[in-house]
């Protein structure tokens, strides 16, 4: 198990955390027991056996700890069981989006502009000379006047139509994004937790959008022998199974979801760690985990062909380094006319932000 907090100082007293830090702590854990406070509760007294979390000389103790959660209304209790409150559920997407943005770099951050008309326009710093129809509400007046004086002279002032400067702007688009998380065996294997990270930053993502782009939508499915479509509350819930891969179904049911939305982009960011194994044959799961199947290969392409026409681009995400699946992702690409990345799991985060972000600088075709 792994948990990447901050940068590690020799001389850090970990008995020193206050609530709030012992909180980001908390919500870490919550992603890892699947979304259960008991069990997050219990690792954390684990924890304190081993770290001591809690400063005892000033009257700080797991009960006090347990109290205040409580009392700040992140989790509350039903027969002697505690359940996360949509308070507790908001604060882990807080945590997580706080995390991977203190990780990206200023100058990688941005909004999601378009040359193509949108729901809106964002004013930028740059001016250009003004041209009939330009609004003039974005007349920079600062920049008019010096031109003007800068012509004739202050006791000469006269305003020409040369003189006036107006603000670049750029056009904002909405965007409608399905986030497919693969929950196959796979994603816990060989003593690596992949499905963790991936969660952490399903989290960030609908936290990052309900904030900061309210006309956006977020909706996220897991697929493995199946694939469906979870609500975001129950992000923190998501458990990998005994399943297969079955991504042609997940790009079934993304498309299904795309198809109602009237956004003006639309896209799919797609997290594996394997190859495609398995396909719905009438209600029967064909399934073959052993090399790359062409009956499964073709028809999970077919559905990117389909993503292709109703203008959906599908992001790949690669957890993995598996050829097998590298040489599908490659073969994905291509017929989409996608994107696809190789990240390792402490970077994911930061992958899928900036290409969210960036990567919508003109409206997809």
Known sequence: MKFRYSEWRDEQD????SFEELMRLFSQLLIYTNGDPNEALKMMTQMDQEYNLFDESEGENFEEFLAWLKREGYIEEFNDILALTHKGSRRIRQDALKEIFTSLRKKSLG???SPFSGEGIERLSETKPYRFGDEPSNIDFTSTIKNAIHRDGLDDFNLKEEDFEVYETEHLTSCATVLL???SHSMILYGEDRITPAKKVALALVEMITSRFPKDSLHVAVFGDK???????DIPK???G???????DALELAQRILKRKRNVNKQIFMVTDGKPSAIFVG???YKNPFGLDRRIVNQTLNEARSCRKNKITITTFMVARDNWLIDFVKKLTEVNKGRAYYSSLNKLGEYIFVDYIRNRKQRLR
């Open 14 to 17: 970990l008995s020193k955390l």
């Open 238 to 240: 998501i458990a990998v």
């Open 181 to 183: 998380l693969d929950i």
């Open 227 to 233: 694939a469906i479509e979870v609500s975001l509350e």
């Open 111 to 113: 909004e999601h502009e």
């Open 242 to 248: 005994p399943y297969h891969t079955n991504t042609k």
């Open 283 to 285: 209600a029967r799961l």
